[in-house]
């Protein structure tokens, strides 16, 4: 998440164009929303099968997300016109778009601002959230603005361990993700890697970060 930020300043300055990613997480962790103040102590002394729960804290706002069995995405973009709503649903297109390509129909939250008092992400779905036809939340998505630029990411749930989840936010908010067949991750990027080529009328190229760029990001992040 250190990258999306420095992605997001670097876009900003007209450093770097619009970028695409998707990333795991190992060991697990349990992002913080960036005004999320207030979360059970216990959360710092965590494990999942002999590692430690990393706890960090997101550039973007909502509320605390488990990293574990997931697959996250980030989008860092600009131009975009309209409210911050307009903006969500602009760049979701290509979610909804790539996940019906694999049989899967999703469909945006309703939840009021209630959510801010619940302090597990996936236990509401507001509308910047995408849902399954069940109303079971699976893809949870919060933005940053700087300037013009936008940085949204989000978590898509896809494996999650159902006793890990249950322990980090309480068995009465655990809920368990159905989806039709085993998807392997890497056919999952590349359909939602066509549907934005699609949705956004673009060409993606793929290229990992140089070590000049990983020791600016080590620089920033320090």
Known sequence: MAIDGWLLEQHLSGHHPPTL???TWSPPAISLGYHQRQYPQY???LTWQ????????RATGGRAVLHQGDLTYAVITSGLTGSRLQAYEK???FLIQGWRSLGVELHYGTAGR?????PNCFGTATGADLVLPDETKFIGSAQLRRGKAILQHGSIRLNQDAELFAQV?????STTVQL??????????AALIAAACDCFGMEIEVQPL?????QAISAHQS
């Open 21 to 23: 990613r998707f990333y």
């Open 43 to 45: 959360w710092q002394n």
């Open 50 to 57: 002999g590692q430690k729960l990393n706890l960090v804290r």
């Open 91 to 93: 760049i979701c297109e």
């Open 114 to 118: 209630g959510y801010i008092h619940n």
């Open 169 to 173: 936010f309480g068995a009465e908010h």
């Open 180 to 189: 039709p067949q085993n998807f392997k991750v890497e056919n999952i990027i």
């Open 210 to 214: 140089s070590q000049s760029e990983w």
